[in-house]
């Protein structure tokens, strides 16, 4: 069967974490995919290893997406060779830093992959979208889009932006065959950069952890259903509705006590590295 007979998933940030959960998950299902990660991250094994256990068609694109022309070039390069009909933008990226040690490089990462990348991938690839019965889109927010959390810098409000935008999408693609679903996690154990944070944090907040395996199962039940909006696990639920019940005030100074355990003792008093770190470093940290 040729490619443009049959239908593929577009997952990023596909090599770890959530992103490669979602695609074993995808696979499991027997959906086609295409998978995109940064270099030298294994995701061409990775991808060798789906095909042969699922058999389903896996095709890779090693990229660093937060180059400015790169989602251009994977956005063209999937509209001319595959239907898409499932878009999964997984790749984000953040950590916990006091704003002062935060080098303007790392900001700047954080805005391109959480935002400017996810925003225009959707847009470049609607078109192909709407060319099926029924198409979908899963936005990967976090349960830290709806509260101010310091000592995140920029990642709540990335992903604040990513909450609004997918209702935005959803409410404009009425009547369109794509159905836009956001998935808002809490914290997961993704990497050993996350888990060694998580194990600083209180009962409460290890509680409220899933593995990434559980949050792609609910995320991609959601998706086919073609929910709204998805808060995997009872207890990140409760967490949702607390934070939409508790003034921003005081959802700040509690919020503070609970992530400042999350930054390194050197950070506290340690200026950030003037030299920028690159996308692939800054990307390690902390992937969906």
């Avoid at 095709?59 to 022309?69: A, I, R």
């Avoid at 992959?113 to 470049?124: E, P, Y």
């Avoid at 950030?272 to 990307?283: F, V, W």
Wanted: one cysteine or more; hydrophobic letters at 40%; proline letters at 6%.
């Amino acid at each position: 069967m040729e490619a443009r007979d049959k239908k593929y998933t577009l997952i990023t940030g596909a090599s770890a974490g959530l992103g490669k959960a979602i695609a074993k998950e995808c696979a499991l299902r027997g959906q086609n995919l295409i998978l995109a990660s940064l270099p030298h991250e294994g995701l061409h094994l990775f991808g060798q290893a789906l095909e042969k256990k699922h058999n389903v068609e896996v095709h890779c694109y090693e990229t660093d997406l937060t180059h400015p022309e790169e989602p251009y070039r994977l956005a063209r390069w999937v509209k001319q060779n595959f239907p898409l009909n499932i878009l999964i933008n997984n790749a984000g990226v953040g950590s916990a830093m006091p704003i002062d040690n935060a080098a303007p490089a790392y900001i700047d990462n954080i805005l391109q992959l959480n935002i400017r990348v996810l925003s225009l991938l959707t847009c470049l690839l609607i078109p192909e979208l709407k060319k099926h019965r029924r198409s979908h889109i899963l936005n990967v927010g976090s349960l830290a889009a709806f509260g101010p959390i310091p000592f995140k810098t920029v990642y709540p409000a990335s992903k604040a932006f990513v909450n609004a935008f997918s209702h935005c999408l959803r409410s404009e693609l009425r009547g369109s065959p794509v159905r836009v679903t956001v998935l808002n996690p809490g914290a997961m154990l993704t990497n050993s950069d996350v888990t060694a944070r998580n194990s600083r944090q209180g009962w409460l907040q290890r509680q409220l952890t899933l593995s990434p395996e559980a949050a792609a199962r609910y995320a991609v039940d959601g998706m086919l259903r073609g929910k709204r909006s998805i808060i995997p696990g009872l207890l990140c639920k409760l967490s949702y509705w607390l934070m939409r019940l508790t003034p921003n005030v005081i959802q700040s100074f509690l919020l503070a006590r609970v992530f400042q355990k999350e930054v390194p003792a050197q950070q506290s008093s340690k200026p950030a590295d003037i030299e920028p770190a690159s996308g692939e470093k800054l990307i390690q940290l902390h992937k969906n």
